[in-house]
């Protein structure tokens, strides 16, 4: 800002005209609260401001007024940045419906150096928007004018980073359309947040060389994000160790259920050649991602005909931990060959003392139109030092049609992660079914991998395979680590009602090679078979090591297959004890029919 002040003096004969020039150097920085309309008539202007004066002693607040409504002519970036002390918020003002933004009409696509979105926030730290709605406006109908996300956080290179801002009660509402693979920095699609290791004009990934350079401590609280390809997406900086220029410990929807975020209806793009997810998370160190609800299609929403996830940790996180806790997950399948993945965990590989969290989960969800597609509840191949599975209800899946083959597997929970410390703890397994002309297999708790593993006090129950073809293989819980124990089950009402089933049923079943195992206090009941595959209440062939086998219950088991066990093992000297075997029924007179059988060879 520059003022110039002139005047005249006599002084005798001379005369002297003197000039005053007063230069600032800069606007004054905004302080204190300001309101549209009153300071500013729309919020495109105090952003304006905003990046011209910076913040001053006390930060900047903007009230805008319920009700109020804005359609933006071009993104809106944000280049200046709060403190602690002097933070910048943008926030909804009185009673009524929040303010509306609508997205202006994009030029880029999702391969474009720029993506299109509402609001940028480019190295900006200490800034909050709460309670402002982003939708897209309703001519945006391609993948060119539609936006690649509503609120983006962004670096302006490796050394600034956007840190420590907050999205909480927004109502964001794009469009499905887009479905296209980001280049560079970025996921799939339109998304309604994102996260990223690039700058708002390019999408190249940055080296991040200090921790100032990562995108940070950033929570998303109380949001609702619908028809987008994608929810909320981070991708970050592959940092080396100590991995403290990686982003960290951005917040997902907090520790209560009111701080939960909604992501509804998300997916389900015309021919769709690329994956819907949730929330995807790439190169994140202690990320919080709980309490969410996370339904793809609640009735309003269209299934996803490719790969679908609700939550995908993916890889690149190495060493790192997470939490993945009390969120709320219903997937809906729309493909044929797909995957489906309601939890997805390949975070924390090179363990290092690192800790994955994956509890408390309620899942849910369907496949009907799977001809070999897999459906995992949650799907974890994490090699972290410990990954924890704990206190998760997954229920009331259903696979397949009887028109379609449905040879694809159903995991409710699946490790196959080379952890350390394996818990897969008090989970509630029930009402599994599937149907298809040909069949597949059911395992209600899989541990393929995992050198300690405690599998114990799990529910196992309700799991139906029908339809036609000889495939039906089914198992309650299956283990293979180095040192196993599957204590305190209970595994009820499995069922196989294919007349035509050749293949074997499980309760518990371990074929891997551990050293020492221990498989007590267990309850099996009512193993059902209609075909004639093997049943089998408890089944173990290892080699070497040792093995306690008590306390077990098992009963209720019919078949009309030629073999049949309460518990079968095999290649070992186990020490058998205590267990309580009876009520097995075979209705092949030719049957082999055992409480206990041990082979050893």
């Given at each position: 800002m520059k003022k110039i002040y002139s005047s005249i003096v006599n002084?005798?004969?001379?005369?002297?005209?003197?000039?005053?020039?007063?230069?600032?150097?800069?606007?004054?920085?905004?302080?204190?609260?300001?309101?549209?309309?009153?300071?500013?008539?729309?919020?495109?202007?105090?952003?304006?401001?905003?990046?011209?004066?910076?913040?001053?002693?006390?930060?900047?607040?903007?009230?805008?007024?319920?009700?109020?409504?804005?359609?933006?002519?071009?993104?809106?970036?944000?280049?200046?940045s709060g403190t602690s002390a002097n933070p910048i918020v943008i926030q909804k003002s009185g009673s009524g419906a929040n303010p509306v933004l609508t997205s202006y009409a994009g030029v880029n696509t999702p391969i474009s150096a720029s993506?299109?979105?509402?609001?940028?926030?480019?190295?900006?730290?200490?800034?909050?928007?709460?309670?402002?709605?982003?939708?897209?406006?309703?001519?945006?109908?391609?993948?060119?004018?539609?936006?690649?996300?509503a609120i983006g956080l962004f670096k302006v290179d490796g050394t600034n980073g956007a840190q420590n801002n907050a999205v909480l009660n927004c109502n964001i509402q794009l469009s499905r359309v887009?479905?296209?693979?980001?280049?560079?920095?970025?996921?799939?699609?339109?998304?309604?947040?994102?996260?990223?290791?690039?700058?708002?004009?390019?999408?190249?990934?940055?080296?991040?060389?200090?921790?100032?350079?990562?995108?940070?401590?950033?929570?998303?609280?109380?949001?609702?994000?619908?028809?987008?390809?994608?929810?909320?997406?981070f991708v970050g900086f592959g940092a080396p160790s100590p991995f403290d220029m990686g982003d960290q410990a951005n917040n997902v929807g907090g520790s209560t259920l009111a701080t939960g975020n909604n992501i509804l209806n998300f997916g389900g793009a015309g021919a769709a050649l690329n994956p819907a997810t949730g929330v995807f998370a790439n190169n994140q160190w202690d990320l919080n991602c709980s309490y969410n609800t996370i339904n793809n299609n609640n009735g309003s929403g269209v299934n996803h005909?490719?790969?679908?996830?609700?939550?995908?940790?993916?890889?690149?996180?190495?060493?790192?931990?997470?939490?993945?806790?009390?969120?709320?997950?219903?997937?809906?399948?729309?493909?044929?060959?797909?995957?489906?993945?309601?939890?997805?965990?390949?975070?924390?590989?090179?363990?290092?003392g690192n800790t994955i969290n994956l509890n408390n989960n309620t899942i849910t969800g369907s496949y009907l139109t799977a001809t070999s597609g897999v459906f995992y509840g949650i799907y974890s191949t994490s090699s972290a030092a410990n990954v924890n599975i704990l206190n998760n209800t997954v229920s009331g899946i259903s696979y397949g049609v009887i028109a379609?083959?449905?040879?694809?597997?159903?995991?409710?929970?699946?490790?196959?992660?080379?952890?350390?410390?394996?818990?897969?703890?008090?989970?509630?397994?029930?009402?599994?079914?599937?149907?298809?002309?040909?069949?597949?297999?059911?395992?209600g708790i899989y541990a393929s991998s995992g050198i300690n593993q405690s599998v114990k006090n799990n529910t196992v129950s309700n799991l139906s395979i029908a339809g036609t073809g000889t495939s039906s293989t089914m198992y309650g819980i299956q283990v293979a680590g180095t040192t196993v124990v599957a204590d305190s089950n209970t595994i009820s009402n499995l069922n196989?009602?294919?007349?035509?089933?050749?293949?074997?049923?499980?309760?518990?079943?371990?074929?891997?090679?551990?050293?020492?195992?221990?498989?007590?206090?267990?309850?099996?009941?009512?193993?059902?078979?209609?075909?004639?595959?093997t049943t089998y209440g408890m089944y173990f062939f290892t080699t070497t090591g040792s093995r306690t086998v008590s306390n077990n219950t098992i009963n209720g088991i019919s078949s009309n297959g030629t073999t049949l066990s309460g518990i079968q093992m095999s290649s070992s000297s186990p020490s058998v004890f205590k267990n309580k075997?009876?009520?097995?029924q075979s209705t092949i007179h030719s049957s082999s029919s055992n409480g206990f059988r041990n082979c050893n060879s």
């Open positions: 002084l005798g004969a001379f005369t002297f005209f003197m000039v005053l020039f007063f230069v600032s150097s800069s606007f004054a920085q905004l302080t204190g609260v300001k309101a549209i309309p009153t300071d500013y008539l729309t919020i495109s202007a105090f952003i304006s401001d905003l990046n011209t004066s910076g913040v001053g002693t006390g930060g900047v607040q903007l009230n805008v007024p319920a009700n109020y409504t804005e359609t933006l002519s071009a993104q809106l970036t944000v280049t200046a993506r299109d979105g509402m609001i940028c926030l480019s190295g900006t730290d200490y800034m909050t928007i709460n309670g402002i709605d982003f939708t897209e406006a309703t001519a945006n109908t391609t993948e060119t004018t539609c936006m690649e996300y887009g479905n296209t693979n980001w280049t560079g920095a970025g996921h799939t699609g339109s998304a309604g947040i994102v996260v990223l290791n690039c700058t708002p004009l390019a999408n190249a990934v940055l080296t991040v060389t200090s921790a100032s350079g990562a995108n940070s401590n950033n929570s998303f609280f109380s949001n609702t994000i619908s028809r987008s390809n994608s929810g909320i997406v005909a490719n790969t679908l996830r609700g939550i995908f940790l993916n890889s690149s996180s190495t060493s790192a931990s997470a939490n993945c806790n009390f969120n709320n997950l219903t997937i809906q399948g729309g493909g044929t060959t797909s995957q489906v993945s309601c939890i997805e965990n390949s975070f924390g590989s090179t363990a290092s379609n083959t449905g040879t694809g597997a159903v995991y409710p929970i699946w490790n196959s992660g080379a952890t350390a410390n394996l818990q897969i703890r008090n989970n509630n397994v029930n009402t599994i079914s599937r149907t298809g002309s040909t069949g597949g297999t059911t395992i196989c009602n294919k007349a035509t089933g050749t293949s074997a049923m499980y309760g518990i079943y371990d074929i891997g090679s551990p050293s020492d195992e221990n498989y007590n206090y267990n309850s099996i009941t009512n193993l059902n078979h209609l075909g004639t595959g075997i009876y009520n097995l």
